[in-house]
C-alpha cells in the first residue's frame, strides 16, 4: 500500500533516534541531581565462596536499587551499578592528613549533622538508616566498563601476573566509559556508547558524587540542563 493513501487520526508524534526507546530496553534517567531512596542494598560477596570480600578489613557496600523520590515527575526505581568502598583513603585535594571514605560521604548526604565516633560507626549508621528508607541527594550518571577489550589487553600484556598494580588498573580505567561519554552533542544523553574494542555498550546508572544534605538544600533537582 502507498503511504500517500494512508491516514492517522493523530500523527503529531516526532522521531529522535537519539532517545528512542527499543522493545526491551530500560530508560534509565537523565543524567543529573535527584533526592534518592536506596531499596536494595548489600555486602559484596565472593561468587564462589559465598564469602564476604574485604579490603583490608572493610567491607564493600553493595547498592542495588535506588528509587528516585524527588523531582516527582522523575520518580521511579532503577538498577544501580554502584559498589561503595568503605576503606578509608586520602583525597587527592584537601587536607592530606584526613582521611575520607565513599560511605562517610554517604552518611554526610542522609545528615551532614551526625557525628559517629569512628568509620566502623558511621557504616553501621549508615546500612541503618538506607534499611530504614532514608533519602539523600545525589548527582546520578552513566557509567560501563569495557570488559573484552580489558580483557584482551591484559591477555596481550601476558595476564594480570605479568603487570604492575598501577599498568593493570589504567588497563581497566580505560576501559571505563562516564556520563560525559553517553553525552549527545545537541544536549541530553543517549544510553549506548561505543567502547575501546568497538562494541556498543548500553549505559548503567552510577552515583557520580553524594550531596552533604546542608548543600542539598538549596539545589534545584532533576536532569542536567547542559
Known amino acids: 500500500m502507498s503511504t500517500s493513501l494512508m491516514t492517522y487520526s493523530d500523527d503529531t508524534f516526532t522521531y529522535n533516534p ?36 574485604l579490603q583490608e578489613g572493610w567491607p564493600i557496600l553493595v547498592l542495588n536499587r535506588i528509587e528516585i523520590v524527588e523531582p516527582h515527575e522523575e520518580a521511579g526505581t532503577f538498577a544501580l551499578f554502584e559498589d561503595l568502598r568503605t576503606k578509608p583513603y586520602y583525597r587527592r585535594k584537601g587536607d592530606p592528613t584526613t582521611a575520607a571514605a565513599r560511605h562517610m560521604d554517604l552518611l554526610r548526604a542522609i545528615d551532614q549533622e551526625m557525628r559517629p565516633e569512628n568509620f566502623k560507626e558511621g557504616l553501621l549508621e549508615v546500612e541503618t538508616l538506607l534499611a530504614s528508607g532514608h533519602t539523600f541527594v545525589a548527582q546520578l550518571g552513566y557509567r560501563v566498563t569495557d570488559k573484552a577489550w580489558a580483557m584482551e589487553t591484559i591477555a596481550a600484556a601476558g595476564g594480570k601476573e605479568a603487570m604492575d598494580k598501577d599498568t593493570y588498573n589504567k588497563v581497566w580505567n580505560s576501559a571505563t566509559l562516564t556520563t560525559k561519554d553517553f553525552k549527545n552533542p545537541n544536549g541530553g544523553y543517549r544510553q549506548m556508547a561505543m567502547g575501546r574494542s568497538g562494541a556498543m555498550l548500553d549505559a548503567k546508572l552510577s552515583i557520580s558524587k553524594f550531596i552533604p544534605s546542608g548543600q542539598a538544600e538549596s539545589l534545584a533537582l532533576g536532569p542536567f540542563t547542559r
Open 18 to 53: 537519539d532517545t528512542y526507546v527499543d522493545a526491551g530496553v530500560t530508560t534509565l534517567p537523565q543524567p543529573g541531581t535527584y533526592r534518592l531512596r536506596v531499596t536494595s542494598l548489600s555486602r559484596r560477596k565472593d561468587r564462589e565462596t559465598n564469602a564476604e570480600v
